[in-house]
């Protein structure tokens, strides 16, 4: 049943996607002619996400040829999670988890896989983009990712509090600490402190091609390929290479987009567990963007990301379900679109336990054109 779903959704996305294509031709024009700015540049931020390949999301038009950017792109998160059976653990004192403590539970639930994760993990992203050709577009993206305690702890317990929204166990742990565990079959990863800091993680090469570009909007075909240049021990990166393909759309009215994503991932081994195979992955997005002038859009994106643990034997529920964000902020761009700014703030929907508490992402970046242009 939950193949079928999942084989219907990337169906239905992707068909969709490819039905406003013929809506929107027309006679070309460049896109750096469209006024809008397109999506938030930022992929889900649950660290276990965070070390397969994911296309940071992108509206349907491509760069100019010959026109670069040049992008650093932050997201900061704060996330607990895990296990209910880790969650739970409470002895009226705040704990650290210990691999003692993960062995009991392992005992009273053997052959389940469970996870904890209690860190404050930040993405700091350094992009590279160029129109190398009339219709096609090259990017490279080189990630580091560290993982830290933090300091959000308190002010997020005392907001749950505050509101009655229940603090999910984060009670019975102590604040602002690094705690990660996962446990896959007979092979287990566990992590009392930072694993690293400003580890560089696996790098992305994408190469976009756009498919109809028009003043009504516009599509885009994306395939990546992601090269295993992370630490693993560092939980800087998963091994292995991992390819995929994304559409990418963008519809005009006014001074409204709306930018619609679906993309389909396959991931390779994961070196920590050998003996596992992760699934494929979907994933969605929808962003609403307001032009409000030719310098400042207001946006609202949400986007949602399948698990390579889905439909595994004996997968923890909640590492197996889809993991959703919502984002909310502002891009600015200057007078003649030589530098851009964007920032937002990320909430996890829908599933609380497998994605990030709050977060926040900002970027800056520069554009470069031809001389002459």
Same mark, same amino acid.
């Given at each position: 049943?939950?193949?079928?779903?999942?084989?219907?959704?990337?169906?239905?996305?992707?068909?969709?996607?490819?039905?406003?294509?013929?809506?929107?031709?027309?006679?070309?024009?460049?896109?750096?002619?469209?006024?809008?700015?397109?999506?938030?540049?930022?992929?889900?931020?649950?660290?276990?996400? =965070?070390?397969?390949?994911?296309?940071?999301?992108? /509206?349907?038009?491509? *760069?100019?040829?010959?026109? %670069?950017?040049? +992008? @650093? &792109?932050?997201?900061?998160?704060?996330?607990?999670?895990?296990?209910?059976?880790?969650?739970?653990?409470?002895?009226?004192?705040?704990?650290?988890?210990?691999?003692?403590?993960?062995?009991?539970?392992?005992?009273?639930?053997?052959?389940?896989?469970?996870?904890?994760?209690?860190?404050?993990?930040?993405?700091?992203?350094?992009?590279?983009?160029?129109?190398?050709?009339?219709?096609?577009?090259?990017?490279?993206?080189?990630?580091?990712?560290?993982?830290?305690?933090?300091?959000?702890?308190?002010?997020?317990?005392?907001?749950?509090?505050?509101?009655?929204?229940?603090?999910?166990?984060?009670?019975?742990?102590?604040?602002?600490?690094?705690?990660?565990?996962?446990?896959?079959?007979?092979?287990?990863?566990?992590?009392?402190?930072?694993?690293?800091? =400003?580890?560089?993680?696996?790098?992305?090469?994408? /190469?976009?091609?756009? *498919?109809?570009?028009?003043? %009504?909007?516009? +599509? @885009? &075909?994306?395939?990546?390929?992601k090269l295993p240049t992370g630490s693993t021990?560092?939980?800087?990166?998963?091994?292995?290479?991992?390819?995929?393909?994304?559409?990418?759309?963008?519809?005009?009215?006014?001074?409204?987009?709306?930018?619609?994503?679906?993309?389909?991932?396959?991931?390779?081994?994961?070196?920590?567990?050998?003996?596992?195979?992760?699934?494929?992955?979907?994933?969605?997005?929808?962003?609403?963007?307001?032009?409000?002038?030719?310098?400042?859009?207001?946006?609202?994106?949400?986007?949602?990301?399948?698990?390579?643990?889905?439909?595994?034997t004996g997968s923890d529920g909640y590492l197996?379900?889809?993991?959703?964000?919502?984002?909310?902020g502002v891009k600015w761009q200057g007078v003649?679109?030589?530098?851009?700014?964007?920032?937002?703030?990320?909430?996890?929907?829908?599933?609380?336990?497998? /994605?990030?508490?709050?977060?926040?992402?900002?970027?800056?970046?520069?554009?470069?054109?031809?001389?002459?242009?």
């Amino acid at each position: 049943m939950k193949r079928a779903r999942v084989s219907f959704l990337v169906k239905g996305g992707m068909s969709g996607l490819l039905l406003f294509s013929s809506a929107i031709a027309g006679p070309n024009v460049f896109a750096g002619e469209s006024r809008e700015q397109g999506p938030f540049s930022e992929r889900n931020q649950f660290p276990f996400n =965070l070390l397969f390949l994911a296309f940071p999301a992108r /509206g349907g038009s491509i *760069l100019p040829q010959g026109e %670069r950017e040049l +992008l @650093a &792109v932050e997201a900061y998160a704060n996330t607990f999670a895990g296990s209910d059976i880790l969650t739970s653990f409470n002895t009226g004192e705040r704990e650290r988890l210990t691999p003692s403590m993960l062995a009991l539970a392992q005992s009273r639930l053997p052959g389940t896989s469970l996870f904890f994760v209690d860190t404050e993990q930040s993405r700091t992203a350094l992009i590279y983009r160029v129109g190398a050709l009339r219709r096609f577009e090259l990017d490279v993206e080189v990630p580091l990712l560290s993982y830290r305690g933090g300091i959000l702890d308190s002010a997020i317990e005392g907001y749950h509090r505050n509101n009655r929204l229940g603090n999910g166990g984060r009670e019975n742990y102590q604040q602002d600490v690094v705690q990660v565990a996962l446990t896959l079959g007979s092979d287990q990863y566990f992590a009392a402190r930072s694993p690293s800091s =400003l580890e560089i993680g696996d790098t992305l090469l994408t /190469g976009r091609y756009s *498919l109809v570009e028009n003043h %009504r909007g516009s +599509l @885009a &075909v994306s395939a990546g390929l992601k090269l295993p240049t992370g630490s693993t021990a560092d939980l800087g990166g998963s091994g292995s290479m991992d390819e995929g393909m994304e559409l990418e759309g963008t519809l005009r009215q006014g001074k409204q987009r709306l930018h619609l994503i679906a993309g389909w991932v396959h991931p390779g081994k994961w070196a920590l567990f050998p003996d596992f195979n992760p699934s494929d992955l979907v994933n969605f997005g929808v962003s609403y963007e307001f032009a409000h002038s030719g310098r400042i859009s207001w946006i609202g994106q949400l986007q949602t990301q399948s698990s390579v643990f889905r439909g595994q034997t004996g997968s923890d529920g909640y590492l197996a379900d889809y993991s959703t964000e919502i984002l909310a902020g502002v891009k600015w761009q200057g007078v003649k679109r030589h530098c851009f700014f964007e920032t937002a703030v990320i909430e996890n929907i829908f599933n609380q336990n497998n /994605g990030v508490d709050i977060g926040f992402m900002t970027s800056l970046g520069v554009r470069l054109r031809p001389a002459g242009s």
